[in-house]
């Protein structure tokens, strides 16, 4: 059953009764010079009954397109029209947002290898323990919003969990309405959000939108489709889920190492769908010339790359997303 209905919602500090929103900080910790930090959350509590939407982006400090999806989400949405509630955490890392890095530099963590955290932890750990205890908890499903970086990546959708985990078919699901494209269907690390919510029952999954140094329109266009997608699939908002009719899953991703030096040039798009033994990429020399030939090694999609063409021999040309199958 939904958690959510005509009643208050709150988190930290931050309250909304229905029909309304409610936007602030929440102090989560103190800078060296005794100052406290804060994490911006918004509340969208819908007139209506239906279910909690969890939203959030930066947990990675350089994966900024979340921001701009969520800002565009919130003005969008109207709680005099919408069927339940969002709660959203535009920017999740302040202290890796601040500096410009994907780990939390006061303790040198990655956020998104902490959840579901510990009140008397690490920086990070505190963090991760707030917002699971006090929003992840309160949702219905999760929607964790990341990026490949600043390198460069496919939109994709990431399912943490296996099929025959708890909330494993349900985030699948919520996966394929999210509708990227591409969907990873491979089970992630100890300490993730899409594991550690859906360890509690509640379906999560973390998209991956491209990757830039900055903000990419075309990435951030795509993921507020896809948040709206998942909205109109829980009778949220008013339409129907438009996902791609046919979508690409992989259940492993392998980097592709060169043998010699130089310069790194591709043969084939982000996304190409290539047969085994098929070239994908060229190292050159500084004067063109071709000095190795780079064959996938599998039935595989070209998943991510480094945007800087310079490679030394054992280093990684690309990402592949191996044995892709269609739904």
């Not at 955490?89 to 290898?113: H, M, Q």
């Not at 219905?140 to 994709?156: A, P, S, Y």
């Amino acid at each position: 059953m939904p958690k959510s209905g005509n009643q208050m919602l709150r988190v930290g500090p931050i309250a909304a009764p229905p029909g309304e929103r409610a936007e602030g900080y929440a102090e989560l910790g103190e800078w060296p010079n005794r100052q406290p930090w804060h994490i911006p959350i918004a509340i969208v509590n819908g007139a209506q009954y239906g279910p909690v939407a969890y939203v959030q982006a930066v947990s990675d400090g350089d994966e900024l397109n979340g921001i701009a999806v969520l800002q565009r989400i919130l003005r969008r949405l109207r709680p005099e029209r919408l069927r339940g509630a969002l709660i959203a955490v535009p920017l999740t890392n302040i202290p890796a947002f601040l500096a410009r890095r994907s780990e939390n530099p006061v303790d040198g963590k990655k956020l998104n290898r902490c959840f579901p955290g510990r009140a008397q932890g690490t920086s990070s750990e505190r963090i991760a323990y707030f917002l699971f205890r006090e929003a992840v908890q309160q949702a219905d499903f999760v929607i964790d919003l990341h990026q490949g970086g600043t390198g460069k990546m496919i939109d994709e959708c990431r399912v943490r969990v296996n099929q025959g985990d708890r909330a494993g078919p349900a985030s699948f699901e919520l996966g394929r309405v999210f509708g990227s494209g591409f969907i990873l269907h491979q089970r992630g690390p100890d300490g993730q959000l899409a594991r550690a919510a859906p360890a509690q029952g509640i379906p999560a999954i973390d998209p991956e939108l491209g990757g830039a140094c900055g903000w990419d329109e075309s990435s951030i266009r795509k993921g507020v489709r896809g948040v709206l997608n998942v909205f109109r699939h829980f009778g949220m908002i008013e339409g129907q889920p438009r996902p791609p009719k046919r979508q690409v899953v992989c259940r492993a991703l392998r980097p592709v190492l060169c043998r010699h030096g130089g310069l790194r040039a591709l043969r084939k798009p982000l996304g190409a769908l290539m047969k085994r033994g098929e070239v994908f990429a060229e190292i050159l020399d500084p004067f063109g010339g071709v000095v190795e030939e780079i064959r996938s090694p599998a039935h595989a999609v070209l998943w991510a790359y480094d945007p800087h063409p310079g490679v030394a021999s054992g280093q990684r040309v690309a990402t592949l997303g191996l044995r892709p199958t269609f739904i």
